[in-house]
């Protein structure tokens, strides 16, 4: 069948469809073009950006100095006045050839530090790019990608901190060194470069320090210790941290297995060895150089490694320190002789931290006694042991005063108590005191009281002010870190102690000011100063260590005259497991501390011995604070130093001894029962002592004579029979004559004998405590006498010459002289009882009538109280004897 013919209109359509398609196809093409140019471009721009960016950063780059490359460069140390102290650096250093590197110790340095080493030009951009993700993960500078050509060139030119511009000076030399030495030249020189801690430098010097071998003799897991410690040379030394270096060495051996230059089974092998058995003996480890002031050297170099980049052992830096060398001489001195103490035996250790209290600057630094390695094991700031009872004012007291507001007068009750497991707390005395404030609890190294504050502060609080002064206190963190269970280094607790003498204001300890590069660029080391406590808590902790060291336990070994001085004594315990296992007798002790400051300075002292087996007994527990005291003395001799400022923010205040809880003392508070202490402003006791309240008056005094006995008996009541302490004083006046006390006595009565008759006696009685006083309760009496018919005695007898000696005035209204020891005569009789100690004469009988044989004709007016019989006869018929 024919096709039917298209029309015009059709034909139209196809051709424009047919047309349409190929231009679709042609644009489409044109876009990807322009992108692709686009990006090519961009790639051009940004590529040349990068070169010009990175010809910028690298423009103050230097040139390669193979003698700077190959040969460290000592760097010099001054002390506080920058005089220089020493040299450090290149001295130690045994040369080795690449020929003479065994592969064994290549592999392990090779597998540690850069694998791909013989592929990379310098650069090992695999590497960079784990570093570069990790950067941008978790910030510039957090892992680095240094090759060992980068760690030839490492710190060789003069920036110091972690840019993008260092970092890009460095790659450049380093592919400069690449294209200048070969790569067995700059292994050489990395190997003879790298600090190996103990002051030396390269492997074959380590290999022979360590091991006391050349590198040809090592062995694999020896080897693999080496290739570990360029990381941080002084954390895995094996001499002073043998257990640091043996985890170091254990992943070097797992990379070297991961890298395939070890089996498996080699790797289990070496990895059971421990690092000790194969170390050379202390007695032949090389003798330490003479350089001095071991011990504060050791400080500068673990700052420097800990807060830069640098070698000190080979960059040339210039290191100022806050080194005193007059106080640092006298402490090596009193480590080393007898000037201060007498030490038991050389193998006793110590260890010594001096700080400016108000810096932080460290003076002085006394690493141990008799050491003969450099670089030892130094006990100020290597060495944690248990601190005792000087750590009670920053875990315990310290915190309750900055949060709970106690003042000093805070109260409470030495009693049997136990921790919040159930566990018994004892003091070391095994005694209890009952209610004492808080600053005896802590004069007296009390400790539970110590552990009564830990608990009212709680566990969180008590660490975070304890963190805040610069201790260490990691998981796991217990109740019994209140009385010291808890490891501390001297230098931590210097520190602490130091915010304390300086209104608590905190400064890490340290020992560098600043570096000087090679170019003069300066870096400033100097810590950051912060507030840790306000400063009511710092004054009030100083005054009550004040305490500890005149009342308290440092009140024998550590007080110093003339000097205001806090501070606090420590010891620790032996478990019952340490004393049968290490054969411990009774009073010993591991560890003895003293921690102490003044205004000027601070000083922490550690005594005991390397092992804890060794105990420390009498006396010997008292070396710390005779160390103390000696150090204290010199440095502040001829030194102004201020007592403590009382700040604004605190209150003197009189509180009632014993009261519990505290309270004020009252008005009629003796002043023997008044404790004058410490409050934070506006936060003083709500209540005021009436214990003490204002006596009151005795009540119902009331005289009674006697007459069968002659006697008064004065009784009287007190309403107050709850107050103890109460006495009563009695006085009594005869005839208006002049008062006198008869007697003070806690009884409500007393009996006064041989009255008088016909006395008229005042009496008062007074209640009295301590100085206080109550009002005179007043009684008044007269004593009754005997009287006669007035015409009695007008005519004695006539002989009645008595002898009587009388007991009143004789003579009265006759011829008598009146006197109590003369004589008297008359022809009447006296009319008042005689008192005198002669006998009368006379015709008429006298006061006293005799007991003659012939009675007078008439008695006295009186009956006389003579006691002596008359001595002629009377005519008289009445009775002539006297009552």
Known sequence: MAQKPQTREERRRQQAAKNKKPKGKKAKKGLFKKIFLT???????????????????????????????????????????????????????????????????????????????YKHNGIDVIRLGGAVIAN???????????????????????GFEKTLSRKAQEAWLAYQLEQKYTKHQIFEMYVNKIYMSENMHGVLTASRTYFGKDLDQLELHEAALLAGMPQSPNNYNPFTNPESAEKRRNIVLSLMHQHGFISKEQMEQAQKIPVESSLVTEENRKKKNEEPYDAFIDIVIEEVTAKTDFDIFSDGLEIYTTLDPNAQKHVENILNTDAAVQFPNNEMQAGITLLDTKTGEIRAIGGGRNQQVKRGLNYAIDVKRQPG??????LDYG??????????????????????????????????????TIRMALAKSINIPALQAF?????????????????????????????????????????????????????????????????????????????????????????????????????????????????????TNYTEKDIETFGIKDGGVPDSWFVGYTTRYTASVWTGYSDRKTALYGTEQKISQMLFKDLMSYVSKDVDTPDFTVPNSVERVKIE????????????????????EWAVKGNLPNETSKKFEKLETPSKLEA???????????????????????????????????????????EKSITIANAVPGGIYSFKVTAIRGDQRSEPATAKMEVPDFTVPDNAGENGGTDGNGNGRGNGNGGGNGNG???????????????????GTDPGTGTDPGTDPGTGTDPGTNPGTRPGSGDDTGGAAGTGTTNDSGN
């Open 39 to 117: 990006l090519i471009l961009l790639g051009i721009i940004g590529m040349l950006t990068g070169i010009a960016t990175f010809a910028f950063m690298i423009r103050d780059t230097p040139k390669l100095d193979e003698s700077l490359l190959k040969d460290p460069i000592s760097s010099k140390i001054y002390d506080k006045d920058k005089q220089l102290v020493t040299e450090v650096g290149s001295q130690n250093r045994d040369y080795v050839a690449y020929e003479d590197i065994p592969k064994l110790v290549e592999d392990a340095f090779l597998a540690t530090e850069d694998v791909r080493f």
């Open 136 to 158: 941008v993960t978790n910030g510039f500078g957090s892992e680095g990608a240094s090759t060992i050509t980068q760690q030839v060139v490492k710190n060789y030119f003069l």
């Open 389 to 394: 009872s000087t750590i009670k004012p920053i």
């Open 399 to 436: 915190p309750a005063i900055e949060y709970l507001h106690w003042g000093t007068y805070h109260m409470l009750e030495d009693k049997p108590m136990t921790y919040s497991n159930g566990d018994p707390i004892r003091n070391w005395n095994n005694k209890y005191n009952g209610i004492m």
């Open 455 to 571: 608990q009212a502060v709680g566990l969180d609080k008590a660490r975070e002010f304890g963190t805040n002064l610069g201790l260490t206190l990691d998981d796991p963190f217990y109740e019994s870190a209140a009385i010291g269970a808890k490891e501390i280094a001297p230098i931590e607790m210097a520190g602490a102690y130091a915010a304390f003498g300086n209104n608590g204001f905190y400064t890490e300890p340290y020992s560098v000011k600043k570096i000087v590069l090679r170019d003069k660029t300066e870096m400033d080391l100097t810590p950051e100063t912060k507030v840790v406590m306000k400063d009511y808590t710092a004054f009030m902790v100083s005054d009550m260590l004040k305490t500890a060291i005149t009342q308290g336990t440092g009140a024998s070994y550590a007080n110093i005259a003339n000097l205001p001085v806090a501070g606090k004594t420590g010891t």
């Open 657 to 676: 001894k014993g009261s519990f809880p505290a309270m004020l003392a009252s008005e009629f508070t003796p002043k023997d029962q008044i404790l004058y």
């Open 704 to 746: 009674a004579y006697d007459e069968v006995k002659n006697e008064i008996i004065l009784t009287w009541e007190f309403k107050q029979d709850n107050k103890q302490d109460v006495q009563f004083e009695v006085t009594a006046s005869l005839d208006e004559g002049p008062e006198q006390e008869l007697t003070k006595t806690t």
């Open 817 to 835: 002289t009146g006197n109590d020891t003369g004589p008297g005569s008359g022809t009447v009789p006296g009319t008042d009882p005689g008192t």
